[in-house]
């Protein structure tokens, strides 16, 4: 695809839109290229010819459609002119997707602004499917999620954020992955001075949060699998945490579970000797055949068996995880795994759908791509998922998409209970500022009057980060959340 701008310079705003419709064919300067596309602005309109082949389409756009969705800023205004009338050339030679022209991470988070303006839930549907051509069921469940968000917004006041704290160890590392995080049996020597220093960086968050009189409203240990660690270096980090945490403003404790091979009863007890309140024991598919493409090391049953293991617990809520796409899986699969989880009835369940991220096993190893169901049957999944869940007592909570995601879907959190779960809405709704500790952990300072988020990025591999970690302490006290 080679593309042409006239009038404007916004070709990082047009390649996106072009990447997420046409995946695979790269834009890219070639003149000899037959597909071609054309988007030119004209003041408050914008006009698009793609070709494809021997095909053409035309899209326009123009500014008094987007009403209470209008940018401020004239720039804005204009690559979102070019966005929208790339998106009509090249949808009227391949046909629309499910989520029409939004191509960001969190859809929900644009709902939530048009309720805070004083639109209704009609005015928001609205937009979503006359002027974003989104399906009306993706619409809805946009919808549903944005007031799940302004519910947990109500709770929150000036100085509240969230603590993550980040274990970048698995078991193994599955074939979809492509965080940085280390198979505990090749890194067995960093495991030890890793926690010794998160305990060092937990004691030193503690001392930083009283002085800046911030209160931490939800706890969130995350990974990798951090129930990778053994019982004991579980509770020399929580014990670090309990020295100064105060739980009175605290609504979520989580930890991620996550493999079932890694759960025992000593790490359940660990953590709820030390205020966990909720967990999550991740199956992604109860197929042993699909676990096995996916380069999980444990079995169906011994998720089962974790499972009813976390209930013999007191856990205010249990998490589970699936994904829709997985290598080898089928609708028929699928539907076989959802049916089992909701007999199991746990709190939450959160479909997810494959996303094919560079640098993992999905993408580079020979043979695994052809095993991937399509389009199609991810869509089966993801809408027997929306069609047994709200009669089994679930609604939808939070929502958030990703590139390269299989047919350009979505993942979902599904809940049960009467509160949502706090921590992943305040994260991907970036509702309030979030200190992350450890190996790739990732600060965010929110700064919600001025639409403003600054990002701390801690060192991605275990190694860098415990060489570094007196620096980044360093670098903490002078950047994040400045005393005036």
């Not at 939800?218 to 309990?242: I, N």
């Not at 991620?256 to 890694?262: K, N, Y």
């Not at 009813?308 to 856990?315: G, M, P, W, Y």
């Not at 009467?418 to 991907?428: A, E, H, L």
Request: charged fraction near 25%; charge should be neutral; glycine fraction near 8%.
């Amino acid at each position: 695809m080679r593309l042409i701008l006239e009038n404007h310079d916004h070709r990082y705003a047009v390649e996106q839109m072009v990447t997420m419709l046409l995946p695979g064919d790269p834009v890219r300067p070639d003149p000899d290229d037959p597909n071609r596309g054309v988007v030119t602005l004209l003041g408050r309109r914008a006009q698009a010819v793609f070709t494809l082949g021997d095909r053409q389409g035309v899209g326009e756009a123009s500014a008094e459609e987007f009403g209470l969705d209008t940018p401020p800023e004239a720039k804005a205004l204009e690559q979102r002119l070019v966005k929208m009338a790339a998106y009509r050339a090249i949808t009227a030679l391949t046909g629309r997707p499910a989520w029409g022209a939004l191509s960001g991470v969190r859809p929900a988070k644009l709902v939530r602004k048009w309720l805070e303006r004083g639109a209704d839930s009609p005015a928001c549907a609205q937009l979503l499917t006359g002027l974003y051509d989104l399906d009306r069921d993706k619409a809805i469940l946009a919808i549903r999620c944005a007031q799940e968000s302004r519910a947990v917004d109500a709770l929150l006041a000036p100085g509240d954020l969230s603590l993550y704290l980040g274990i970048p160890f698995c078991p193994t590392r599955c074939a979809y992955c492509s965080f940085i995080s280390a198979d505990v049996k090749g890194s067995l020597a960093l495991v030890e001075p890793y926690v010794a220093a998160l305990e060092r960086e937990i004691l030193w968050a503690g001392e930083f949060l009283a002085r800046r009189g911030l209160r931490v409203r939800s706890v969130y240990m995350g990974g990798g699998t951090p129930t990778t660690l053994s019982a004991p270096q579980l509770d020399r980090l929580l014990t670090a945490l309990d020295r100064w945490l105060d739980r009175a403003p605290l609504v979520e404790f989580t930890v991620e579970a996550g493999r079932p091979d890694t759960i025992t009863a000593e790490k359940l007890a660990v953590l709820r000797a030390h205020g966990v309140d909720r967990i999550s024991v991740n199956p992604q598919t109860l197929s042993d055949q699909v676990l096995r493409a996916m380069g999980r090391a444990h079995t169906a049953d011994q998720f089962r068996q974790a499972y009813a293991l976390a209930r013999t617990f007191d856990f205010s809520a249990v998490n589970t995880d699936l994904i829709a796409g997985l290598p080898q899986d089928s609708p028929d699969g699928f539907r076989a795994t959802l049916d089992e989880l909701v007999a199991l009835a746990p709190e939450e369940i959160t479909v997810h759908t494959l996303a094919r991220k560079h640098g993992s096993a999905l993408l580079s190893a020979p043979g695994r791509q052809e095993a991937l169901p399509d389009a199609q049957a991810v869509t089966q999944m993801l809408a027997y998922a929306a069609q047994v869940l709200p009669p089994a007592g679930y609604r939808p909570y939070y929502l958030y998409r990703q590139k390269f995601m299989t047919g350009a879907m979505e993942n979902v959190g599904w809940t049960r209970r009467p509160q949502s779960g706090f921590y992943n809405i305040v994260m991907m709704e970036e509702l309030h500022s979030v200190l992350a500790l450890g190996a790739g952990g990732v600060s965010k300072d929110i700064d919600r009057a001025a639409g403003r988020v600054t990002r701390h990025t801690n060192p991605k591999y275990p190694k860098e980060y415990l060489e570094r970690l007196e620096d980044i302490l360093a670098e903490r006290e002078a950047v994040l959340w400045p005393i005036n």
